[in-house]
């Protein structure tokens, strides 16, 4: 593995842990596209540190179950939004 891959996971995996970030969150960040960081995290970090590969896994597994709360909160901003800015005329 080239150097500034390895680097680059270690970076990401310990980003996401700490900060309990989501793959779109750690690809803005890191200025990468979401599969990049999906694959260093799931398949790359698991040959170079699998302690760090499964406390990452828990944080992305977290994640995943959480996204429909967020879109849907999501979804309740806009809406909410858009019905304040009719009732302003």
Do not use: C, P, W
């Amino acid at each position: 593995m080239k150097d500034y891959i390895y680097q680059r996971v270690m970076e990401v995996s310990n980003y996401i842990y700490e900060t309990k970030a989501t793959v779109r969150q750690a690809a803005k960040v890191f200025g990468v596209s979401k599969s990049t960081i999906h694959k260093d995290v799931t398949e790359r970090l698991e040959k170079i540190d699998s302690r760090l590969a499964d406390q990452v896994k828990k944080v992305l597994e977290y994640n995943k179950a959480e996204r429909h709360i967020r879109g849907g909160e999501a979804t309740k901003r806009k809406y909410l939004s858009n019905y304040e800015e009719m009732n302003e005329d």
